[in-house]
T-cell receptor, first 112, second 111 residues
């Protein structure tokens, strides 16, 4: 079983729609949760992080965390073609913060 | 631009050769991480430093791999006797908390 698993893609949404990206993790001791965006040929770019249960909003992005269900999601509202990228979920824990376990990524395409 | 720079950006080498990658983080980052990413996969943790101390190494890091961070500044990752399976993007990241800021990566192709 993969430690961090993301919903299989690719995901295609029309411009202006809400894109929903999901991630589950197996280690109940995980304490920190991140979403990275990676454009083709580029390195991952941090877009959201969340440490506590509930929702965290930043502009068009909302991260949701449910530790009981070991589930984290990312919602992108008013999706734009520039949001087309691979989205990576990453999970960390304990004192080795920064030692992250990444999912395999979900490719998102936003079409005009 | 995260301010983390990596060199070289691309390296093509023949199997059996040694290669070295360099990472220059920004001065504010006391932790420095190395990850490896292959096509279609997320990055995998290799090792990390706090200042000059190497605090953890992944089991992925075989004896052919060695990393250093002298004086807690730049870091190098050396791969000896490269194998075709070493072909990947090698990513360096800096950070002080859990949030990582990646450099542009060094892509290795082993022929």
């Amino acid at each position: 079983q993969k430690e961090v698993e993301q919903n299989s893609g690719p995901l295609s949404v029309p411009e202006g729609a809400i894109a929903s990206l999901n991630c589950t993790y197996s280690d109940r001791g995980s304490q920190s949760f991140f979403w990275y965006r990676q454009y083709s040929g580029k390195s991952p770019e941090l877009i959201m992080f969340i440490y506590s249960n509930g929702d965290k909003e930043d502009g068009r992005f909302t991260a949701q965390l449910n530790k009981a269900s070991q589930y984290v999601s990312l919602l992108i509202r008013d999706s734009q073609p520039s949001d087309s990228a691979t989205y990576l979920c990453a999970v960390g824990g304990g004192t080795s913060y920064g030692k992250l376990t990444f999912g395999q990524g979900t490719i998102l395409t936003v079409h005009p | 631009d995260t301010g983390v720079s990596q060199n070289p950006r691309h390296k093509i080498t023949k199997r059996g050769q040694n290669v070295t990658f360099r990472c220059d983080p920004i001065s504010e980052h006391n932790r420095l991480y190395w990850y490896r990413q292959t096509l279609g996969q997320g990055p995998e943790f290799l090792t990390y430093f706090q200042n000059e101390a190497q605090l953890e190494k992944s089991r992925l890091l075989s004896d052919r791999f060695s990393a250093e961070r002298p004086k807690g500044s730049f870091s190098t990752l050396e791969i000896q006797r490269t194998e075709q399976g070493d072909s990947a993007m090698y990513l360096c990241a800096g950070g002080n908390t859990g949030e990582l800021f990646f450099g542009e990566g060094s892509r290795l192709t082993v022929l």
